[in-house]
């Protein structure tokens, strides 16, 4: 089993992360519940969201359970976890390895694992989800694939230089500093499926915000790339104020950075599996 990854590491990115990362619409979650329904009834003891961060793929699960356990490799981002205000009181947090996941075998109803599994050991990570799973219990694969941003109001011509201005920075200034595994979110987990047989994957799903200027930078702040770029040109300036700058040109003179938005929209992935029953 190959080592861990830790790009999350530092608490700065943590909060960073935290503050400005998308989250899954609820009715992804809704969607993954209902599939577990199908073979399986209530009680549902417990569900582990593996790869948690902050939490916010962990904490949509708690009306359904009884109890819901976020497991991260990274200690910095399980502080961030715990520390939230919004934690419902069946969730808990735990360091641990998804290749290795921090439960005793046959326990857990459901196991999910949002925009984290392309850094894991993937064989590892379902053989160890084998293990602590119950008869029927499922597995939900979920994540969202690359952002295009537009203008709120339908603008073609604004649409166009924007997204041109994102992809330049995205694959160019970025480029050298991305992990090869940004390919899967490229790809939108094209190379994932989950090995259980009748699994299935649902494109149904839609990621769509309209944010301020700010949090649009916010985001772009919180990319792994990012921070490789800023780790690697500490002295540089950083490249965002000419993105934002050049961004607000597009936008136009009547742009107040703190209140206009932009919309962003991805794609989602749900993949979807079950246990066996012996
Ligand atoms: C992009 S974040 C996803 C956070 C959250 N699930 C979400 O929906 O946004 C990926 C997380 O996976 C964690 N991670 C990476 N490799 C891991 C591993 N082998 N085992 C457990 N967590 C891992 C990272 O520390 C990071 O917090």
């Known amino acids: 089993m190959a080592a861990p990854i830790k790009l999350f590491e530092e608490a700065a990115h943590a909060?960073?992360?935290?503050?400005?990362?998308?989250?899954?619409?609820?009715?992804?979650?809704?969607r993954i519940v209902e599939y577990l329904k199908e073979k399986k009834s209530?009680?549902?003891?417990?569900?582990?969201?593996?790869?948690?961060g902050p939490?916010?793929?962990?904490?949509?699960?708690?009306?359904?359970?009884?109890?819901?356990?976020?497991v991260d490799?990274?200690?910095?981002?399980?502080?961030?976890?715990?520390?939230?205000?919004?934690?419902?009181?069946?969730?808990?947090?735990?360091?641990?390895?998804?290749?290795?996941?921090?439960?005793p075998d046959n326990s857990v109803s459901l196991v999910t694992c949002c925009?984290?599994?392309?850094?894991?050991?993937?064989?590892?990570?379902?053989?160890?989800?084998?293990?602590v799973l119950l008869p029927s219990g499922c597995l939900a694969?979920?994540?969202?694939?690359?952002?295009?941003p537009e203008t709120c109001e339908g603008d073609l011509t604004k649409d166009k230089k924007m997204q041109q201005l994102h992809w330049n920075f995205y694959k160019g200034l970025m480029g050298a500093y991305w992990d090869d595994r940004r390919r899967h979110i490229d790809n939108v987990y094209a190379e994932f499926s989950i090995p259980y047989e009748g699994s299935i994957r649902d494109d149904s799903f839609q990621l769509v915000q309209e944010i301020t200027v700010p949090s649009y930078i916010g985001y772009i702040s919180s990319w792994?790339?990012?921070?490789?770029?800023?780790?690697?040109?500490?002295?540089?300036?950083?490249?965002?104020?000419?993105?934002?700058?050049r961004l607000?040109?597009?936008?136009?003179?009547?742009?107040?950075?703190e209140q206009t938005k932009v919309r962003l929209k991805a794609p989602i992935v749900v993949l979807l599996g079950r246990k066996p029953p012996p």
């Open 248 to 257: 607000i040109e597009i936008l136009g003179a009547e742009t107040q950075t």
């Open 73 to 103: 490799v990274s200690d910095a981002q399980i502080e961030a976890a715990v520390k939230q205000t919004d934690n419902p009181p069946n969730v808990e947090y735990r360091t641990g390895q998804g290749e290795t996941i921090p439960v």
């Open 42 to 52: 209530k009680p549902f003891k417990l569900a582990v969201d593996v790869g948690c």
């Open 15 to 30: 909060s960073v992360y935290l503050k400005y990362r998308p989250r899954l619409p609820q009715k992804v979650f809704e």
């Open 55 to 70: 939490g916010q793929s962990t904490r949509p699960l708690a009306p359904h359970f009884e109890k819901v356990i976020g």
């Open 224 to 245: 792994s790339s990012m921070r490789a770029f800023l780790r690697k040109n500490p002295d540089s300036p950083n490249p965002l104020i000419g993105f934002q700058e």
């Open 115 to 131: 925009q984290a599994v392309h850094w894991f050991d993937y064989a590892a990570f379902c053989k160890d989800v084998d293990r």
């Open 141 to 148: 694969v979920c994540a969202y694939g690359n952002f295009v």
